[in-house]
């Protein structure tokens, strides 16, 4: 049950091209935008369709599959686990993010 302490999984689509980030030191990170998407029945019966935005970053091997393999509208599975994180912006505002860090993604759809 330990691996199941902080365990994210998603299926989603892209919302834009993988963002590949190298470092001075030659590692790579990759950047994520996923859309998922629920449906459910307002008060009113109406159909309702809510999209939800994850940010995802991975690295290592992972950065290779993706900026070769994966672009903007590309459906993905997606297992990681939830990272939260705050920093100040330029105008000293704290700000805090939510990022689900990969250990691993399934290329889904058509190739």
Known sequence: MNNLRNKVQLIGHLGADPEIKVFDSGKKMVKLSLATSDNFKNANGEKVEQT?????????????????????????????????????????????????M???FLMLGKK
Do not use: P
Not at 72 to 100: F, L, M
């Open 102 to 104: 990969l250990n691993d």
């Open 52 to 100: 939800h935005w994850h940010n995802i970053i991975g690295w290592g091997k992972s950065v290779d599959i993706a900026e070769k393999y994966l672009k903007k509208g590309s459906e993905i599975a997606v297992d990681g686990k939830i990272q939260y994180r705050s920093y100040e912006d330029k105008n000293g505002e704290k700000k805090y993010i939510t990022e689900i």
